[in-house]
């Protein structure tokens, strides 16, 4: 159940400067999801910053975060300086980066599985997948929403359950911090946000 509601939780992420990665949508996600079970089995002993190592690539290579961003802003987004996006931008892929760290951090036999895409939408692929977890409890929907053509295919969203938008799901949040507080604001949310999640908390003298 724990797992369950983190996937759930933190089924969305990241930024990259580089190409997008080659090969089919579901060769995208799988190559992601591979990432995902390196860095459960790397384990607690790796740290947050250990499995960063692992998922930060990954990350960058699946995942098109400028569009994530464009996405969750909508209208609020569009009078922001290209700068001011860019800001936002590598401050949540950081986040994104976090989040899977820190919460990917154990393995227990888990597998994922993907299907045969269907269309998405204008210009969309949806690969639908799930983590199944190896005590036999209920597996976890996740479908990919996912953009690009020929080899090129990047992950844009992720539908927890099959249907929850994970950028809608954030819109509120970030949109209302950055009507409020500027994009400063907004930034510094998000950072606040990743440092909570990568500071290592330490067991008391004699605990283990």
Do not use: C
């Amino acid at each position: 159940m724990r797992m369950r509601m983190l996937v759930i939780a933190f089924a969305f992420v990241a930024v990259s400067v580089q190409a997008f990665a080659a090969g089919s949508p579901q060769d995208t996600v799988k190559s992601f999801d591979d990432a995902l079970i390196a860095a459960m089995k790397a384990g607690k002993s790796a740290g947050v910053q250990g499995r960063s190592a692992v998922v930060e690539p990954a990350i960058d290579r699946a995942f098109d975060l400028a569009e994530m961003t464009r996405l969750i802003l909508g209208s609020a987004g569009k009078a922001l300086a290209p700068e001011q996006s860019a800001k936002i931008v590598a401050a949540f892929r950081l986040y994104t980066i976090a989040n899977y760290a820190k919460n990917f951090e154990a393995f227990s036999g888990e597998r994922f599985e993907v299907d045969a895409p269907r269309p998405g939408g204008v210009g969309a692929i949806v690969v639908p997948g799930r983590l199944i977890p190896a005590d036999g409890a209920q597996p976890v929907q996740l479908d990919y929403v996912l953009k690009g053509g020929e080899d090129q295919w990047k992950i844009t969203d992720v539908l927890a359950e099959g249907a929850v938008s994970q950028m809608a799901a954030r819109r509120a949040e970030f949109v209302g911090i950055l009507r409020k507080d500027g994009v400063d604001g907004l930034v510094a949310t998000i950072e606040a946000k990743t440092k909570a999640l990568t500071t290592e908390v330490k067991a008391p003298a004699g605990e283990h």
